[in-house]
């Protein structure tokens, strides 16, 4: 039984199906209308979303102005996987992300977990761009003086909470809702409408066509960036360099303490992995747009950084959902921060479209292989996308948003992302090498066993009181504790392995940098994914085991 759970597809074969269409009796393949710029703005469109407009405010709260080394420590490890997952989608282009990656080179078992997983990432995370998006929504129209009942624009467990917290003194939009909501049998009636309803329209859109999402996404990206361009322009004028001190406030430890918000902003440039079968020259211009998306963003979010906390002290932010739109209201330029709100708006809806694209060819794959049944990798005959699987992802999301809270799917989104990261950087490590060829992009190598070794000594200089404490209270039941002391013994393996295999350095420093963000994530958020994760097994051996196309084929 080992053996078959750990059995492979071969890159012959799958670059045969590629060649072929890939039909698995579906004769209708997938529109290749998607060039280098298309992948790009995908890129841009998947970052650039909730955590500029969001999530950025609170991470400087924690960090100070020195949020921004926690924004280019994310950029550096995106980039070391980035290039990973550019090698694999030179060398494998087709649709499946992660996912198909891993079952080149760790086998089926790894393969269907990681695509478990990357549910998280997608369908999981898109919950919470929806209901952020409903959140600036709502903002815009209460801007136009239009009032939807606070009961149809939140979630029960926020609303209920927001009740308890109120006093007769002051009550907020949470509190509102559950005091006004109707009743039905018992039950009070809470739920976000508006982050049903355009998770709804998003899907009608993917479904629709791979090109008529691009110019969408196009669109709202071109968009986007130009009020981003606005507001960098407009709030050097105001800046305060005394806003700038301290520059770390909370040390190290706070810039690290958003380590989750900002990663989250980060997850979705893999999504351009997902449309390989899409793109008219994937060898070429995927991996150019991973890196260009990533490098863009990046740029964006540190300058953004820069200038916001420059224009407000950085403890103004604490529990502010909406930071661009703020600092420009705290200086009374309220018109601003009102086009500020719309953007963010945009924004969000280009993330939601990016990842419902994303999800879909993700279980189309697994179909086609058989760990799902055959309907997920059935292909629209007039819009060529992947019909039945687009549907089933809007209903995933578009249910929960209704009921969920946000916070709680936020950090195991993370850890489901920086799992698959870490498979994929590993995974490189695995693929047999071939010559160089000048038409596809190829992973530069440099021995490890030079760079890795002083880089763990410096790792242990600079962490020396923490790995101290660590070893001293290791007996003390401390999760947190404990998770440190699993990376420092995969952080010793992957050392030597690094130094007696001479072992690329890029996969390596991926592998490392992704170990050592998601053990920053709470524990809470680990109980939970392992519980997905066991969700996910009991699936796998009930159908996937079985009627893998791989356990017919050894039949």
């Given at each position: 039984?080992s053996?078959?759970?750990?059995?492979?597809?071969?890159?012959?074969?799958?670059?045969q199906?590629?060649?072929?269409?890939?039909?698995?009796?579906?004769?209708?393949?997938?529109?290749?209308?998607?060039?280098v710029?298309?992948?790009?703005?995908?890129g841009?469109?998947?970052?650039i979303?909730?955590?500029?407009?969001?999530?950025?405010?609170?991470?400087?709260?924690d960090?100070g102005?020195?949020?921004?080394?926690?924004?280019?420590?994310?950029?550096?490890?995106c980039?070391?996987?980035?290039?990973?997952y550019?090698?694999?989608?030179s060398?494998?282009?087709?649709?499946?992300?992660?996912?198909?990656?891993?079952?080149?080179?760790?086998?089926?078992?790894?393969?269907?977990?990681?695509?478990?997983?990357?549910?998280?990432?997608?369908?999981?995370?898109?919950?919470?761009?929806?209901?952020?998006?409903?959140?600036?929504?709502?903002?815009?129209?209460e801007?136009?003086?239009i009032?939807?009942?606070?009961?149809?624009?939140?979630?029960?467990?926020?609303?209920?909470a927001?009740?308890?917290?109120?006093?007769?003194?002051?009550?907020?939009?949470?509190?509102?809702?559950?005091a006004?909501?109707?009743m039905?049998?018992?039950?009070?009636?809470?739920?976000?409408?508006?982050?049903?309803?355009?998770v709804?329209?998003?899907?009608?859109?993917?479904?629709?066509?791979?090109r008529?999402?691009?110019?969408?996404?196009?669109?709202?990206?071109?968009l986007?960036?130009?009020v981003l361009?606005?507001?960098?322009?407009?709030?050097?004028?105001?800046?305060?360099?005394d806003?700038?001190?301290?520059?770390m406030?909370?040390?190290?430890?706070?810039?690290?303490?958003?380590?989750?918000?900002?990663?989250?902003?980060?997850?979705?440039?893999?999504?351009?992995?997902?449309?390989a079968?899409?793109?008219?020259?994937?060898?070429?211009?995927?991996p150019?747009?991973?890196?260009?998306?990533?490098?863009?963003?990046?740029i964006?979010?540190?300058?953004v950084?820069?200038?916001?906390?420059?224009?407000?002290?950085?403890?103004e932010?604490?529990?502010?959902?909406?930071?661009?739109?703020y600092?420009?209201d705290?200086l009374n330029?309220?018109?601003i921060?009102?086009?500020?709100s719309?953007?963010?708006?945009i924004?969000?809806?280009?993330?939601i479209?990016?990842?419902q694209?994303?999800?879909p060819r993700?279980?189309?794959?697994?179909?086609?292989?058989?760990?799902?049944?055959?309907?997920?990798?059935?292909?629209?005959?007039?819009y060529?996308?992947?019909?039945?699987?687009?549907?089933?992802t809007?209903?995933?999301?578009?249910?929960?948003?209704?009921?969920?809270?946000?916070?709680?799917?936020?950090?195991?989104?993370?850890i489901?992302?920086?799992f698959?990261?870490v498979?994929v950087?590993?995974?490189?490590?695995?693929?047999?090498?071939?010559?160089?060829?000048?038409k596809?992009?190829n992973?530069?190598y440099?021995?490890?066993?030079?760079?890795?070794p002083?880089l763990?000594?410096l790792?242990?200089?600079?962490?020396r009181?923490?790995?101290?404490?660590?070893?001293?209270?290791l007996?003390?039941?401390?999760?947190?504790?404990?998770?440190?002391?699993?990376?420092l013994?995969?952080?010793l393996?992957?050392?030597?392995?690094?130094?007696v295999?001479?072992?690329s350095?890029?996969?390596?420093?991926?592998?490392?940098?992704?170990?050592?963000?998601?053990?920053?994530?709470?524990?809470?958020?680990w109980?939970?994914?392992?519980g997905?994760?066991?969700v996910?097994?009991v699936?796998?051996?009930?159908?996937?085991?079985?009627k893998?196309?791989?356990?017919?084929?050894?039949?």
């Amino acid at each position: 039984m080992s053996n078959s759970l750990f059995r492979k597809k071969s890159l012959a074969s799958i670059l045969q199906e590629s060649k072929e269409g890939t039909s698995d009796a579906h004769p209708h393949g997938l529109k290749k209308v998607l060039n280098v710029r298309d992948l790009t703005m995908m890129g841009v469109a998947a970052v650039i979303g909730a955590g500029i407009f969001s999530t950025i405010g609170q991470a400087a709260y924690d960090g100070g102005p020195g949020v921004i080394f926690l924004f280019i420590l994310t950029a550096i490890t995106c980039g070391f996987t980035a290039l990973c997952y550019a090698e694999f989608a030179s060398r494998v282009p087709v649709a499946g992300s992660a996912y198909t990656y891993s079952y080149v080179t760790f086998g089926e078992l790894a393969a269907w977990v990681i695509g478990w997983a990357l549910i998280l990432e997608y369908s999981i995370g898109n919950i919470v761009v929806a209901i952020s998006w409903s959140s600036y929504f709502n903002n815009v129209l209460e801007g136009m003086n239009i009032h939807l009942p606070a009961w149809l624009t939140t979630d029960p467990a926020t609303a209920k909470a927001a009740f308890q917290a109120a006093t007769g003194a002051g009550k907020d939009t949470g509190s509102m809702a559950y005091a006004t909501a109707p009743m039905l049998g018992g039950w009070r009636v809470i739920m976000n409408i508006p982050a049903f309803l355009i998770v709804v329209l998003i899907t009608i859109v993917a479904y629709i066509g791979i090109r008529e999402s691009k110019r969408s996404a196009n669109f709202m990206v071109g968009l986007k960036l130009v009020v981003l361009l606005v507001v960098v322009a407009i709030g050097v004028f105001y800046i305060n360099t005394d806003n700038w001190t301290p520059f770390m406030p909370n040390g190290f430890d706070g810039v690290l303490k958003g380590v989750s918000a900002v990663f989250f902003a980060y997850i979705g440039f893999d999504a351009i992995s997902t449309t390989a079968e899409e793109s008219a020259n994937p060898q070429r211009d995927m991996p150019r747009a991973m890196i260009y998306s990533l490098v863009i963003c990046t740029i964006i979010y540190v300058v953004v950084t820069l200038v916001i906390t420059g224009m407000v002290n950085y403890e103004e932010f604490n529990h502010v959902s909406d930071p661009l739109a703020y600092v420009f209201d705290k200086l009374n330029m309220r018109k601003i921060g009102y086009v500020i709100s719309v953007s963010a708006v945009i924004a969000a809806t280009s993330v939601i479209l990016v990842f419902q694209i994303g999800q879909p060819r993700i279980w189309m794959s697994m179909s086609r292989d058989g760990l799902l049944p055959k309907r997920f990798a059935s292909v629209h005959p007039k819009y060529h996308t992947p019909g039945f699987s687009t549907i089933v992802t809007g209903v995933i999301v578009a249910v929960p948003s209704l009921f969920v809270e946000s916070g709680i799917v936020t950090d195991l989104t993370s850890i489901g992302t920086l799992f698959a990261f870490v498979l994929v950087c590993g995974g490189v490590l695995l693929l047999p090498k071939v010559s160089k060829e000048g038409k596809r992009f190829n992973l530069p190598y440099v021995n490890g066993a030079f760079v890795v070794p002083p880089l763990v000594v410096l790792f242990g200089y600079f962490f020396r009181e923490k790995i101290s404490f660590t070893l001293q209270h290791l007996a003390e039941i401390d999760h947190e504790r404990i998770l440190f002391f699993i990376f420092l013994l995969a952080l010793l393996i992957i050392t030597i392995v690094t130094v007696v295999k001479r072992l690329s350095l890029i996969p390596v420093l991926g592998m490392l940098c992704c170990l050592y963000l998601m053990i920053e994530i709470p524990v809470a958020s680990w109980e939970v994914f392992f519980g997905w994760m066991a969700v996910g097994l009991v699936i796998y051996f009930l159908y996937g085991y079985s009627k893998s196309k791989l356990a017919r084929k050894a039949g």
